[in-house]
């Protein structure tokens, strides 16, 4: 082989890897970029009488320097802090509202009690009474905040869940459309892969991943991802996008439905995603905040609402008020709200009501009501115990509730969901519309006397809440609980932080773009390239003397 062959060889290297190097630099700070490399190898030998004699340099290709176990596990551990970054967002919210022991639910109740215990000691001074009725609006004013802030959450978690949904199926789109492209490459050039293509679908697949944990599965040049128990996302080039919609037990909650293919003429159906199935990225973070949280704290803050409530009001009906009439309530409290499941067949109408004496009966939690076929059950969630089975429901007591089944006939496998108090925050109101109405007296002394007053100041002190805790031991455990969720979240973001960085620095390490190699790697090429320059400059006048001799 002639010089000035090996002079040319030498010098497309040379310019490959200027090429490859130049475009590292260029891309040092472009996401997802991973850091390309020219591989080279001999050319091999000519045989010849002499030996053999060097053929030069061949490019074989240009590879990216990636590893698919450092890749997942930087994008597993993405998800997961996205997932508690998420959780934070909102847990912090109610804690700082929470926080300030100075202000809310627990220093009024103590305030109401404060003025239950001044009527007592004065039982017809108008001014007490007045004081007292006025403390009464505080107490429901500031159930009615807490319960209106938490809903307001539930609203913006909606929201955002509708947002992320949105996302998801963009990220799908454009992962979908980098499938196509490195098809379509692939069969040009199929002998070499196409490394910015796969980066940007990379790219795509670990920011999806921060919204949800996915799974992903490549075969022949294209990735499928899958969600939850398997739930097909895409298929190479097939889309199955997720919406969002009210929950069919609980329609004040936006879920998710997945996109199931059924039949052969491309015809789907909506099935809700399991939401504990959701383990990563923010969406799973909103979602478990509105199932481990939000609704605990709505449950518990309407448990401690309800029961303070219907405690006062049965306090109040055995007394006298001013007038010599018997008590009427402080407070309206709403019923329990029995919701049929938006897939129900039948159309029984089930109503609750509280039962007399039900304050320290009722429980923070909701109750599942299934329908078999022949025999109703009622479930409570909070413990998955089963209260009831059998033909009716009507006249079943349930936790100092009584259901009632007014009208309609059901189906089998109709289900409801009984909320017995997480609404009571938002819509508990005072009833009481003269300070004359407190029944301060009792039965025996006249209205005159306080001792009716004296006896509802001891439930201040009482285990109304299932036997177990005070007023204010009930919200000092709620304010307790979060808080400790909060911190805990902290810790374990503080801790999943530093996973991150370490899972980055390794895949970079790897993949990441140095500038001081490139330098060098730049400097190199260059020197080749002169190199090769001079093989060819050297051939020519090698050629010219030839070509002068006579």
């Known amino acids: 082989m002639n010089l000035a062959k090996l002079g040319l060889t030498a010098l497309n290297t040379a310019q490959a890897r200027l090429t490859t190097t130049s475009h590292n630099i ?16 001999s050319a091999g ?4 009488g ?20 450092l890749s997942d596990q930087l994008v597993n551990n993405e998800s997961k802090g996205a997932l508690l970054a998420a959780y934070g967002g909102q847990i912090s919210k109610i804690n700082n509202v929470l926080a300030d022991r100075t202000v809310g639910i627990g220093p009024s109740i103590q305030s109401f009690f404060e003025g239950v215990n001044a009527v007592a000691s004065n039982p017809a001074d108008p001014a007490s009474r007045q004081e007292l009725l006025g403390r009464t609006q505080t107490v429901v004013t500031q159930f009615n905040e807490l319960g209106h802030f938490l809903d307001q959450q539930r609203g913006e978690i909606n929201s955002q869940i509708d947002n ?25 050039n199929p002998n070499h892969e196409p490394n910015d293509l796969l980066d940007r679908r990379d790219y795509e697949v670990s920011q999806l991943s921060q919204i949800i944990n996915v799974n992903v599965v490549e075969q022949d040049n294209q990735v499928s991802i899958s969600v939850g128990n398997g739930q097909q996302l895409l298929t190479q080039n097939k889309i199955y ?39 990563g990225g923010s969406l799973g973070g909103l979602l478990k905040y509105r199932r481990e949280s939000l609704e605990v ?5 309407g448990q401690l609402a309800t029961a303070f409530a219907l405690s006062m009001n049965e306090a109040n009906a055995k007394g006298l008020d001013l007038k010599g009439e018997p008590g009427k309530a402080f407070f309206n409290v709403p019923a329990p709200v029995a919701t049929a499941n938006a897939q129900n067949v039948g159309n029984v109408n089930l109503t609750a009501s509280f039962q007399a004496e039900a ?19 009622v479930t409570r969630e909070s413990d998955n115990h089963l209260i009831h089975t059998g033909t009716s429901l009507n006249g079943v007591d349930i936790d100092g509730m009584q259901l009632n089944m007014d009208s309609g006939t059901a189906s089998a496998g109709d289900r409801w969901v009984l909320s017995a108090v997480a609404h009571s925050p938002v819509q508990i109101s005072v009833a009481m519309t003269s300070p004359e109405q407190i029944a301060a007296a009792d039965t025996e002394g006249g209205v005159a006397n306080g001792n ?13 809440l299932g036997g177990l805790k005070t007023f204010n031991e009930s919200f000092s455990q709620i304010v307790n609980r979060v808080g400790v969720q909060a911190q805990q979240n902290e810790f374990m973001m503080a801790s999943q932080e530093a996973l991150t960085k370490q899972s980055y620095a390794s895949q970079q390490a790897l993949s990441g773009v140095n500038l001081n190699e490139e330098y060098i790697n730049l400097e190199a090429a260059q020197e080749m390239f002169m190199a090769a320059s001079r093989i060819i400059e050297v051939s020519t006048v090698l050629m010219d003397t030839i070509l002068s001799l006579k």
Do not use: W
């Not at 009716?452 to 109304?464: F, I, Y």
């Open 26 to 41: 260029n891309n040092y700070d472009t996401a997802g970029y991973t850091r390309q490399e020219t591989l080279i190898s």
């Open 241 to 279: 996008p997720l919406t969002t919609g009210p929950s069919a037990d609980n329609p004040k909650n936006t879920v998710v439905y997945a996109t199931i293919p059924v039949g052969r003429q491309d015809e789907v159906v909506k099935v809700e995603l399991d939401e504990a199935k959701i383990t």
């Open 297 to 301: 704290e709505q449950r518990e803050v």
């Open 45 to 48: 030998g000519s045989s010849t």
């Open 452 to 464: 009716n007053a004296l006896e509802m100041a001891k439930l201040q002190s009482s285990k109304v």
């Open 50 to 69: 002499s030996g053999f004699f060097g053929r030069g340099v061949a490019v074989d290709t240009v590879r990216r320097a990636y590893s698919s176990f």
């Open 164 to 188: 992320s949904v949105t996302s998801i199926n963009a990220h799908l789109s454009r992962i979908s459309q980098l499938n196509q492209q490195i098809v379509q490459a692939k069969g040009v």
């Open 359 to 377: 304050a320290g009966k009722i429980q923070a939690s909701d109750y599942a009501i299934y329908f078999d076929g022949s025999n109703y059950s």
